[in-house]
Protein backbone atom coordinates (compact mmCIF):
# COMPACT_ATOMS: atom_id res chain seq x y z
CA UNK A 1 0.00 0.00 0.00
CA UNK A 2 1.23 3.32 -0.89
CA UNK A 3 1.71 6.34 1.78
CA UNK A 4 -0.88 8.32 -0.02
CA UNK A 5 -3.45 5.29 0.33
CA UNK A 6 -2.26 5.03 3.80
CA UNK A 7 -2.65 8.03 5.04
CA UNK A 8 -6.29 8.57 2.93
CA UNK A 9 -7.03 5.28 5.07
CA UNK A 10 -6.42 7.02 7.72
CA UNK A 11 -8.03 10.35 7.46
CA UNK A 12 -11.14 8.39 6.59
CA UNK A 13 -10.42 6.70 9.89
CA UNK A 14 -10.37 9.68 12.29
CA UNK A 15 -13.10 11.25 10.55
CA UNK A 16 -15.59 9.07 11.13
CA UNK A 17 -14.61 7.95 14.68
CA UNK A 18 -15.27 12.16 14.87
CA UNK A 19 -18.24 11.45 13.41
CA UNK A 20 -19.24 8.89 15.92
CA UNK A 21 -17.72 10.60 18.99
CA UNK A 22 -20.37 13.70 17.86
CA UNK A 23 -23.26 11.84 17.64
CA UNK A 24 -22.55 9.91 20.81
CA UNK A 25 -22.53 12.89 23.08
CA UNK A 26 -26.09 14.23 22.40
CA UNK A 27 -29.28 13.17 20.85
CA UNK A 28 -30.45 14.37 17.22
CA UNK A 29 -28.73 14.63 13.99
CA UNK A 30 -25.09 16.59 13.75
CA UNK A 31 -27.09 19.53 11.86
CA UNK A 32 -30.46 19.69 13.91
CA UNK A 33 -28.28 22.13 16.49
CA UNK A 34 -26.30 25.15 16.73
CA UNK A 35 -23.72 23.18 18.49
CA UNK A 36 -23.43 19.44 17.53
CA UNK A 37 -23.98 16.71 20.83
CA UNK A 38 -25.21 20.08 22.28
CA UNK A 39 -29.16 21.52 22.90
CA UNK A 40 -29.29 25.03 23.20
CA UNK A 41 -32.01 26.86 24.75
CA UNK A 42 -32.46 30.41 25.24
CA UNK A 43 -34.93 32.48 28.20
CA UNK A 44 -35.04 36.07 28.64
CA UNK A 45 -32.77 38.21 30.77
CA UNK A 46 -34.17 38.27 33.43
CA UNK A 47 -36.26 35.20 33.66
CA UNK A 48 -39.01 35.44 36.63
CA UNK A 49 -40.44 33.26 39.21
CA UNK A 50 -42.43 31.23 38.69
CA UNK A 51 -41.41 30.33 35.22
CA UNK A 52 -38.02 30.18 36.35
CA UNK A 53 -36.49 29.94 39.93
CA UNK A 54 -34.00 32.58 41.02
CA UNK A 55 -32.98 33.65 37.43
CA UNK A 56 -31.01 30.37 36.81
CA UNK A 57 -32.77 28.02 34.83
CA UNK A 58 -29.74 25.71 34.85
CA UNK A 59 -31.24 24.39 38.46
CA UNK A 60 -34.02 23.26 36.73
CA UNK A 61 -36.69 24.95 38.84
CA UNK A 62 -39.55 26.85 37.61
CA UNK A 63 -41.83 26.00 35.13
CA UNK A 64 -40.19 26.21 31.93
CA UNK A 65 -36.90 24.63 32.74
CA UNK A 66 -38.75 21.71 34.08
CA UNK A 67 -40.52 21.87 30.41
CA UNK A 68 -37.34 22.30 28.98
CA UNK A 69 -35.21 19.80 30.84
CA UNK A 70 -37.82 16.96 30.36
CA UNK A 71 -38.23 17.76 26.18
CA UNK A 72 -34.38 17.73 26.08
CA UNK A 73 -34.92 14.22 27.83
CA UNK A 74 -37.45 13.06 25.00
CA UNK A 75 -35.05 14.41 22.38
CA UNK A 76 -32.20 12.23 23.82
CA UNK A 77 -30.01 14.64 25.50
CA UNK A 78 -28.81 14.25 28.94
CA UNK A 79 -28.79 17.37 31.15
CA UNK A 80 -25.31 18.03 31.00
CA UNK A 81 -25.91 18.42 27.31
CA UNK A 82 -28.22 21.60 27.49
CA UNK A 83 -26.52 24.67 26.99
CA UNK A 84 -28.60 28.19 28.18
CA UNK A 85 -28.04 31.30 26.62
CA UNK A 86 -30.47 34.46 26.94
CA UNK A 87 -32.51 36.05 24.24
CA UNK A 88 -34.62 39.39 24.43
CA UNK A 89 -38.63 38.70 24.27
CA UNK A 90 -38.84 40.46 20.54
CA UNK A 91 -35.05 39.79 19.40
CA UNK A 92 -36.30 35.93 19.63
CA UNK A 93 -39.32 36.23 17.41
CA UNK A 94 -37.44 38.29 14.92
CA UNK A 95 -37.03 36.96 11.21
CA UNK A 96 -33.30 36.37 10.76
CA UNK A 97 -30.77 33.50 12.02
CA UNK A 98 -30.53 32.43 15.88
CA UNK A 99 -27.97 31.20 18.56
CA UNK A 100 -30.47 28.94 20.29
CA UNK A 101 -32.59 25.50 19.38
CA UNK A 102 -35.76 26.60 21.45
CA UNK A 103 -36.61 29.20 23.62
CA UNK A 104 -38.98 29.62 26.36
CA UNK A 105 -40.32 32.86 27.63
CA UNK A 106 -44.23 32.47 27.70
CA UNK A 107 -44.24 32.62 24.15
CA UNK A 108 -48.07 32.05 22.30
CA UNK A 109 -48.25 30.93 18.71
CA UNK A 110 -49.45 33.93 16.30
CA UNK A 111 -50.07 33.79 12.54
CA UNK A 112 -47.89 37.05 12.66
CA UNK A 113 -44.56 35.62 14.58
CA UNK A 114 -45.14 31.95 12.48
CA UNK A 115 -43.79 33.84 9.50
CA UNK A 116 -40.39 34.35 11.44
CA UNK A 117 -40.07 31.60 13.69
CA UNK A 118 -41.77 28.05 14.28
CA UNK A 119 -43.53 26.97 17.41
CA UNK A 120 -44.11 23.87 19.50
CA UNK A 121 -47.78 22.68 20.56
CA UNK A 122 -48.59 24.37 23.73
CA UNK A 123 -46.58 23.35 27.18
CA UNK A 124 -48.83 25.51 29.27
CA UNK A 125 -52.13 27.57 28.77
CA UNK A 126 -52.63 30.34 30.98
CA UNK A 127 -55.73 31.19 33.08
CA UNK A 128 -56.93 34.55 34.26
CA UNK A 129 -55.51 35.59 37.60
CA UNK A 130 -56.90 38.17 40.28
CA UNK A 131 -54.05 39.79 41.68
CA UNK A 132 -54.54 42.83 44.91
CA UNK A 133 -52.20 43.75 47.75
CA UNK A 134 -51.82 41.58 50.75
CA UNK A 135 -53.50 44.00 53.39
CA UNK A 136 -56.28 43.47 51.38
CA UNK A 137 -59.33 41.70 52.82
CA UNK A 138 -59.68 40.42 49.23
CA UNK A 139 -56.15 38.41 49.79
CA UNK A 140 -57.70 35.31 51.50
CA UNK A 141 -60.29 34.70 48.85
CA UNK A 142 -60.69 30.69 48.83
CA UNK A 143 -63.04 30.73 45.89
CA UNK A 144 -64.83 32.74 43.15
CA UNK A 145 -67.95 33.69 45.75
CA UNK A 146 -65.51 35.44 48.18
CA UNK A 147 -64.83 38.13 45.40
CA UNK A 148 -68.18 38.92 44.65
CA UNK A 149 -68.01 42.19 46.34
CA UNK A 150 -64.92 43.17 45.55
CA UNK A 151 -64.27 46.41 43.26
CA UNK A 152 -62.33 44.55 39.59
CA UNK A 153 -60.87 46.01 37.30
CA UNK A 154 -59.35 44.67 33.81
CA UNK A 155 -57.21 45.91 30.99
CA UNK A 156 -59.12 47.30 27.90
CA UNK A 157 -59.46 44.39 25.20
CA UNK A 158 -58.55 41.55 27.03
CA UNK A 159 -60.47 38.72 27.53
CA UNK A 160 -60.48 38.92 31.49
CA UNK A 161 -63.73 40.92 31.23
CA UNK A 162 -65.86 38.18 30.39
CA UNK A 163 -64.42 35.95 32.53
CA UNK A 164 -64.97 37.90 35.43
CA UNK A 165 -68.51 38.67 34.42
CA UNK A 166 -69.62 35.07 33.88
CA UNK A 167 -67.35 33.45 36.56
CA UNK A 168 -67.05 35.81 39.30
CA UNK A 169 -70.19 38.07 38.46
CA UNK A 170 -69.17 40.56 40.94
CA UNK A 171 -72.01 43.11 42.64
CA UNK A 172 -70.43 45.96 40.81
CA UNK A 173 -69.85 46.44 37.43
CA UNK A 174 -66.22 45.78 36.34
CA UNK A 175 -63.79 48.86 35.94
CA UNK A 176 -62.40 48.59 32.42
CA UNK A 177 -58.51 50.70 32.34
CA UNK A 178 -56.58 51.54 29.20
CA UNK A 179 -53.65 49.14 30.33
CA UNK A 180 -51.93 47.07 32.73
CA UNK A 181 -49.73 50.23 34.25
CA UNK A 182 -53.52 51.68 35.02
CA UNK A 183 -54.93 48.85 36.03
CA UNK A 184 -51.84 47.76 38.83
CA UNK A 185 -52.00 52.59 39.37
CA UNK A 186 -55.78 52.19 40.32
CA UNK A 187 -55.18 49.01 42.72
CA UNK A 188 -52.64 51.27 44.40
CA UNK A 189 -54.53 54.07 44.96
CA UNK A 190 -57.42 52.16 46.51
CA UNK A 191 -59.43 52.94 43.16
CA UNK A 192 -60.13 49.02 42.83
CA UNK A 193 -59.88 46.48 45.14
CA UNK A 194 -58.15 43.85 42.97
CA UNK A 195 -57.06 43.12 38.89
CA UNK A 196 -57.75 40.44 36.64
CA UNK A 197 -55.36 39.79 34.14
CA UNK A 198 -53.38 36.42 32.89
CA UNK A 199 -50.98 34.29 34.42
CA UNK A 200 -47.92 35.45 32.80
CA UNK A 201 -48.74 39.02 33.66
CA UNK A 202 -49.90 39.09 36.81
CA UNK A 203 -46.79 37.69 38.19
CA UNK A 204 -44.94 40.15 36.40
CA UNK A 205 -47.14 42.96 37.92
CA UNK A 206 -45.96 41.65 41.50
CA UNK A 207 -42.54 40.87 40.81
CA UNK A 208 -41.58 44.45 39.19
CA UNK A 209 -43.47 45.89 42.10
CA UNK A 210 -46.18 47.80 39.72
CA UNK A 211 -48.58 46.64 42.89
CA UNK A 212 -47.25 46.94 45.58
CA UNK A 213 -46.91 44.27 48.27
CA UNK A 214 -49.08 42.87 45.80
CA UNK A 215 -50.50 39.09 46.18
CA UNK A 216 -51.87 36.80 43.64
CA UNK A 217 -55.02 35.50 44.88
CA UNK A 218 -55.43 32.93 42.34
CA UNK A 219 -56.57 31.35 39.41
CA UNK A 220 -59.90 31.48 37.93
CA UNK A 221 -61.12 28.29 37.22
CA UNK A 222 -62.59 28.34 33.55
CA UNK A 223 -61.45 26.69 30.55
CA UNK A 224 -62.60 29.89 28.77
CA UNK A 225 -59.57 32.45 27.12
CA UNK A 226 -56.26 32.43 27.95
CA UNK A 227 -53.08 32.12 25.69
CA UNK A 228 -51.76 29.02 24.87
CA UNK A 229 -47.73 29.02 25.95
CA UNK A 230 -45.51 27.20 22.91
CA UNK A 231 -41.98 26.45 22.91
CA UNK A 232 -40.22 28.62 20.32
CA UNK A 233 -37.87 27.35 17.44
CA UNK A 234 -35.95 28.80 14.42
CA UNK A 235 -38.27 28.74 11.27
CA UNK A 236 -38.06 25.67 9.89
CA UNK A 237 -36.15 24.00 12.52
CA UNK A 238 -35.43 20.34 11.57
CA UNK A 239 -35.92 19.71 15.70
CA UNK A 240 -39.75 21.27 15.52
CA UNK A 241 -41.67 18.26 14.51
CA UNK A 242 -39.58 16.17 16.89
CA UNK A 243 -39.98 19.22 20.32
CA UNK A 244 -43.97 18.80 19.45
CA UNK A 245 -44.21 15.02 20.07
CA UNK A 246 -41.66 15.31 22.51
CA UNK A 247 -44.78 18.07 24.57
CA UNK A 248 -47.97 16.14 23.01
CA UNK A 249 -45.57 13.18 25.40
CA UNK A 250 -45.69 14.67 28.20
CA UNK A 251 -49.26 16.19 28.42
CA UNK A 252 -50.26 12.88 27.55
CA UNK A 253 -48.68 11.12 30.10
CA UNK A 254 -49.48 13.73 32.91
CA UNK A 255 -46.41 15.43 33.20
CA UNK A 256 -47.36 19.14 32.26
CA UNK A 257 -49.97 19.12 34.42
CA UNK A 258 -47.51 17.93 37.49
CA UNK A 259 -45.31 21.16 36.59
CA UNK A 260 -47.91 23.67 36.15
CA UNK A 261 -49.61 22.35 39.90
CA UNK A 262 -45.59 22.49 41.70
CA UNK A 263 -44.09 25.56 39.68
CA UNK A 264 -47.96 28.01 39.10
CA UNK A 265 -50.79 26.61 41.78
CA UNK A 266 -48.17 25.57 44.52
CA UNK A 267 -46.08 28.64 44.18
CA UNK A 268 -48.70 31.15 44.66
CA UNK A 269 -51.72 30.98 42.35
CA UNK A 270 -53.86 28.14 43.52
CA UNK A 271 -56.70 27.15 41.43
CA UNK A 272 -59.94 29.34 42.80
CA UNK A 273 -63.35 27.49 42.78
CA UNK A 274 -66.73 29.21 42.16
CA UNK A 275 -67.44 28.10 46.10
Known amino acids: MS ?20 CASGGGNAGDTVTPGKLTIATGEPAYS ?41 GAIAPGPKDFDLNLQQYSATPEREKAVDFSSPYYVTKQSVVTTKSSKFSG ?61 AF ?32 NSALTKKVTEAVDELRKDGSLDKFAQKWIADKGAPVLPKK
Open 3 to 22: RKITLGVIALAAAAALALTG
Open 50 to 90: PWTVDNKPENGEGLEPAVAYAVAEKLGYKKEDVVWVRTTFD
Open 141 to 201: AKNLADLKDAHIGVAAGSTALNIVKEEINPSTEVQVFNNTDDLAAAVNNGQIDALVTDVPT
Open 204 to 235: YIIDSEQVKDGVNVGQIDTTKGGDELSILLPK
